[in-house]
């Protein structure tokens, strides 16, 4: 099978041509993959591993094409040049070093226009993308981040830049519009108190689960979510860790339990990117303990289930 390789047996995701080699060439696509194999601080057990979620990734992606007959019959990559940007190298045990070389990397996509996927790794990378979009482009940012958990610590395990921090840091992020940093679907006991009262202290929004499930059209609810995100804002960023879908469905996540359906996340998503998003990452995927990959084989379809709704919204589809 000819087929455009990362490194080793790593496919490049959905297909896409690669521009490891060259960055610069991302300007030439609509839409750049790139992992981010890392994980830092571990904040219980022996729960790790999702520094491979980007390999994984990738080699589950290799099974689909970008056709979804559910929307209409859109075939995605008839209408989106995709590229893969390869992997940020990472430094192990060297935090600083990887979060400044993440957000170097991450400016050169910002910088070429193409719309950016980033593949975790754990949900401190957020942290350094985002802050590269604020430097690159100057533009205030609003954030749809859906997770059980606010990741809001101050630190995790003593790292300020830790899995369980990025919010945190996000806060004190003058780029990023506090108001428009909406946490969706928070639930669940492994929050705490604190973490609520730091995001009201922030000015952030908090939308818990139950307002999800709740919600009588989750289109409507989308558009409503998205306009508190974009409001005052130039760009709107997604961030989605694994653990929003319930462990049923999530086997590959961190284990929380009343989570949501696959159905109600990808209509949310899809919806946002109608609505209009500038990039995204999705976080938090552990191979290692998840014998069938089918987490790793989710992600394919979460993004795109957002590109899909950006060729809605560009009149594509």
């Not at 790790?48 to 970008?66: A, D, F, M, N, W």
């Not at 226009?113 to 754990?122: C, I, K, M, R, S």
């Not at 709107?236 to 999530?250: E, F, H, T």
């Amino acid at each position: 099978m000819d087929r455009p390789l990362i490194y080793g047996n790593t496919p490049t995701f959905l297909h896409a041509s690669s521009v490891a080699k060259d960055l610069s060439q991302a300007a030439n696509y609509q839409a750049t993959i790139y992992g981010v194999p890392w994980e830092g601080a571990v904040t219980w057990g022996a729960y790790t591993g999702c520094e491979l979620g980007p390999k994984v990734i990738r080699q589950c992606s290799e099974r689909y094409s970008g056709y979804l007959p559910e929307l209409d019959g859109i075939d995605v990559l008839s209408h989106y040049s995709l590229a893969d940007a390869g992997d940020v190298s990472t430094t192990p045990a060297d935090v600083a070093a990887t979060m400044e070389t993440i957000q170097s990397f991450a400016s050169s996509l910002w910088t070429s226009g193409t719309f950016p996927v980033g593949l975790g790794g754990d949900h401190g990378i957020t942290y350094p993308v985002v802050r590269a979009l604020g430097e690159t482009t100057g533009k205030k940012i609003g954030i749809i981040h859906i997770d059980a958990h606010f990741d809001n610590n101050d630190e995790s395990m003593g790292d300020e830049f830790g899995r369980g921090s990025p919010f945190a840091r996000l806060y004190e992020y003058e780029q990023v519009r506090n108001k428009s940093l909406v946490h969706l679907g928070i639930h669940g006991p492994r929050n705490k108190a604190v973490n609520g009262r730091s995001a009201k202290e922030a000015g952030a929004v908090t939308i818990t689960i139950d307002k999800i499930r709740n919600a009588p059209d989750l289109k409507t609810f989308a558009r409503e979510v998205y306009e508190t995100a974009s409001e005052g804002t130039d760009e709107v960023y997604l961030s989605i860790c694994s653990d929003i879908l319930d462990y049923a469905y999530n086997p590959g996540g961190p284990a929380d339990a009343n989570g949501l359906h696959p159905e109600q996340l990808l209509t949310l998503i899809h919806e946002f990117g109608v609505h209009g998003l500038c990039g995204m990452d999705f976080v938090e995927v552990y191979p290692q303990q998840d014998q069938n990959d089918f987490s790793s084989h989710f992600v394919t379809l979460a993004v795109l289930y957002v590109l899909a709704g950006r060729l809605k919204q560009e009149g594509k589809a």
